[in-house]
């Protein structure tokens, strides 16, 4: 299973990665929790590293300027940085979460499971682990689109600007984007799997696992692109001078952004975010089963 998202998909992609590993491990007898965790970490590394040109197009897009005035396709690799310094730790915070999450909602539950179980854990785990991906995406977006040109010129300022609550802008919107991802893709996702298996009279495949995983979270993607570029508005604006912020809460930024550009507007960067969701499941995947090969053979979870 794979339940991506948002370098700034990010912190989002290796989230969504993460939980349809987490998701994955409850379905069947998994690695050992460390050594998923850090499996997990090595592969949303990798998602956000070999996938960070398209999501720095895709802040792009989103922002009030414009593609070509944040600087179209050129330093696309701006942010690598800190998008990849998040990943790992974003991860750690997204397994424990939800790890524990689960098993407090089952005993609660008498046992019993249900998807809502999983998805709810998921949400848990969504907040935990944002309080790393918003402060990453805010150094990270800021950079993709020229705001700063150094990792350390990114944290300063904003630090000296904002404080520490500097680096949460759009923490609010970010975890109202997660948690219904978390929901529309789990339900999705067994259902598409629980028709394959039906169709072909037998238990899905990991890879067709992974394939039904990758098409949930670019509907779920698609469908919550709105919150995306409200969130990528809050944080690029955090920039700016108390005065002089146009958008300062989800409702607000959304009404804003369809009172000025249109409905349309809310949708940008779809291509580029659905695209990501889709093609980093599959990267997940195979970096995570790699990840976990080599780790199991230093005889560390013997």
């Known amino acids: 299973v794979w339940r991506a998202s948002t370098a700034s998909q990010r912190r989002e992609g290796l989230g969504r990665a993460a939980a349809a590993l987490a998701r994955a491990m409850s379905d069947a007898k998994g690695p050992?929790?460390?050594l998923a965790l850090f499996a997990g970490g090595c592969a949303g590394t990798s998602v956000d590293v070999a996938l960070h040109p398209l999501d720095t197009v895709?802040?792009?897009?989103?922002s009030q300027e414009g593609f070509w005035k944040s600087g179209g396709f050129k330093g696309v690799y701006r942010g690598?940085?800190?998008a990849a310094l998040g990943s790992a730790p974003g991860a750690a915070f997204f397994f424990s979460t939800y790890e524990t999450m689960k098993k407090v909602i089952r005993a609660n539950a008498g046992g019993q499971e249900h998807w809502t179980h999983h998805s709810g854990a998921s949400a848990c785990g969504e907040v935990a682990a944002c309080l790393i991906r918003v402060p990453t995406a805010v150094v990270t977006q800021n950079m993709q689109v020229g705001h700063y040109n150094s990792f350390t010129?990114?944290?300063?300022?904003?630090?000296?600007?904002?404080g520490?609550?500097?680096f949460y802008a759009g923490y609010g919107t970010t975890v109202f984007r997660e948690i219904p991802f978390a929901f529309i893709q789990f339900p999705l996702y067994e259902s598409f799997k629980k028709a394959w298996a039906s169709f072909q009279g037998s238990e899905t495949s990991a890879i067709q696992g992974a394939s039904c995983g990758s098409i949930a979270g670019a509907i779920a993607g698609a469908a919550t692109t709105p919150l995306d570029v409200a969130k990528t508005r809050i944080v690029l604006d955090s920039k700016k001078e108390p005065d002089a912020r146009q958008y300062t809460g989800t409702v607000n930024t959304l009404s804003t952004i369809v009172k000025e550009e249109g409905v349309a507007a809310l949708f940008k960067g779809i291509g580029p975010r659905v695209t990501w969701i889709t093609i980093g499941g599959f990267i997940f995947f195979g970096a995570y089963e790699k990840s976990t090969e080599l780790l199991r053979k230093t005889k560390l979870w013997d």
């Open 164 to 166: 520490f609550l500097g």
């Open 80 to 82: 690598l940085f800190s």
């Open 58 to 62: 895709r802040t792009r897009l989103q």
């Open 153 to 162: 010129e990114a944290v300063a300022t904003t630090y000296q600007k904002r």
């Open 32 to 34: 050992p929790f460390t």
